[in-house]
């Protein structure tokens, strides 16, 4: 069973930037497509963005498309959110998650990280 541990999170002034990992054990990391998630106050989570098991494919939510960038190093067993030109609307606890590829990980996760808390102030 892999498990999936976020780190990074903080508080940041709109207009900047954070940089969330997740670090992966006791699984075959490299055979996982990985996502980042987000869940707001009083809302549901929602998709932020996934890389595919060779990290060669990514997809975006639209939402933070062109300020986030997800990346991986399957030799460090590690996933990355780079989060630039942040907003307040992003504020929210950031969770990092393991599926079987890209296609379904924004619908279907098979593990979870505990998750990071992120806050924009205006």
């Known amino acids: 069973q892999v498990q999936l541990v976020e780190s990074g999170g903080g508080l940041v002034q709109a207009g900047g930037s954070l940089r969330l990992s997740c670090a992966a054990s006791?699984?075959?990391?490299?055979?996982?497509?990985m996502g980042w998630f987000r869940q707001a106050p009083g809302k549901e989570r929602e998709f932020v963005a996934a890389v595919s098991w060779s990290p060669t494919s990514t997809v975006y939510a639209d939402s933070v498309k062109g300020r986030f960038t997800i990346s991986r190093d399957n030799a460090k067993n590690m996933v990355q959110l780079q989060m630039d030109s942040l907003k307040p609307e992003d504020t929210a606890v950031y969770y990092c998650?393991?599926?079987?590829?890209?296609?379904?990980?924004?619908?279907?996760?098979?593990?979870w990280g505990q998750g990071t808390q992120v806050t924009v102030s205006s």
């Open positions: 006791r699984g075959p990391f490299s055979s996982f497509a």
């Open positions: 998650a393991a599926g079987q590829n890209i296609v379904t990980i924004p619908t279907i996760q098979l593990y």
